[in-house]
């Protein structure tokens, strides 16, 4: 039951645990205006969340998480620095799998901090493994930022990197367009298009809001594109090397080094995760043994841009993770009209924590 | 007693009873033709039910009929975890038609869901709003457009008339269901390379919910052994 009393206590606890590290408790509500996560997550969001209607208010959503109400409450009232805990039940529709709960509690612990960004990292870590001390739980991490500084970096032009990056969280799309880029043969209706003298000459009627003008300045996208050198294939090999990273946190930064003297783009994104290090070494976590994948945290909904993790069952990979977190920068630059706050926090799912504990 | 449902009217209903009525069970509507009850001659312990076809995916999964006949598409479309629920006992050979993206054939640079993702960023970084995709078929488009990495689009419900949409300015593209594509070219529309969702036709499926009789799984056994499936 996802609201029994064990459960309640049990997140109880963590909520207190949070609040003696210095979050403030905060409450949001279970209905939530639907309009701003459509529009960070589009039509995914309706497969994972329920979204139900108000002939008042619009669209609205069972809330689905947390940070997107934190990180708006935020906004508005707060100053930095500033830490936040709270506890609740989010909603999420299981589409695939019915084993899995559609309503479950969620304590988090979030930090808007951006004087010391690893500092930050390393105690949103920390205080979550704080949480979980004692038990059966192994930790995953990983750092998109990595990935988005040796995309920026690539030798090629803005537009190519501009879609790679719109693409980081669906992977499959990621390596289809980074191949293409790298010289793979267009399909045989492009070239033909652009081949074509008059490109319009079997058009067909104007309809839809998509003008000509559209379709015209897309082709020039496609020339300009076509006329562009491939990306070349070293950086290719740099972009899968990072992605294929699997290795403990001192043997990944030590990788990550020598990749950044072929592709400097990425050294502070790669000094970033030394001091991160640091930082949790500094913390007592033990950084030697901690690992660290270079493609985790890519899911579909795009949210966390630099530092993630995850805590895992030791002995069942098939349930979904006990804790998550990261930081997403983005997220509250989206969301603050403008101004942005660095931004990182965790949850920890306390029914999962009392199937590991009993 | 095995409860088979059957699309009540159309040409669905048509075919089905040709369909049994050639392996030698006889379907037919009883009473006035007016009336949704049936008859089955042939094989005994098999009864008739005229439903919906929509509603024959959510009868079956509730175990509300042993057995039903309906399109892949809006099987798949209706129950998540169809495999788990429904089994596909024989596929009929009618009703065949293909869910697909279909776009204004005026975009001429847009021919693969790379084209068309491409496109919907575009179009939301100049009009605001998420290219929209008019369907009925949300779950099927939603779920392949995510296999397929495209982004920045927005499903909108549509009941009917969908090719329409585009030019009435309710929607960008479509993804409806084509047998040959004319309607679709009637209403300046294209069909997308790579754009083909599900290829449907009319199958007979049984439901997989647990609490079947002996006598029923014995049923099942006789109806297939006379039709040949």
Redesign the interface.
Known sequence: MPGSPEILTEARRLRDHFADQGGLVVKAEVLQPAETLLDLYGEDIRARAYLTSDPLRGEMVLRPDFTVPVVQMHMETHAEPARYTYSGKVFRKQESDETRANEYVQVGYEVFDGQNPAGADAEVFATIAAGLDGLPVRAATGDIGILTAAVRGLQTTDARKAALLRHIWRPGRFKALLKRYGGAEMPASRAALLAADDPFAEAGPDIGRRSREEVAARIDALRADAAAAPIAGEEIGLIDAILSLRETCPNVLSALRDIAVDMPAVRDAVGRMSARLDALAARGIDVEALEFEGSYGRTSLEYYDGFVFGFYASDRPDLPPVATGGRYDALTARLGQGRAVPAVGGVIRPDLVMGLSC | MLKLGVPSKGRLMDKTFQWFGQRGVTLRKSGSDREYAGAVDGIDGVELVLLSAGEIPRELAAGNIHLGVTGTDLLREKL??WDSRVAELAPMGFGRADLIIAV??????V??L??L???A???RG??GL??RIATKY??LV??F???????????VDSQGATEGT??N?T??AIADITSTGETLRA??L?IL?DGLIHASQATLFRGRRAGWTDDQRQKLKALQLVLGI
């Open positions: 998540a975890n204004p054939q005026a975009w001429v640079d021919d693969t790379d084209d993702d491409a496109a960023a575009a179009f100049q009009h998420r290219l949300h779950r939603r779920e457009l995510r296999d397929h990495g495209v982004a920045d689009y927005q499903l585009v030019k300015e929607a960008e209403n300046g294209k390379n």
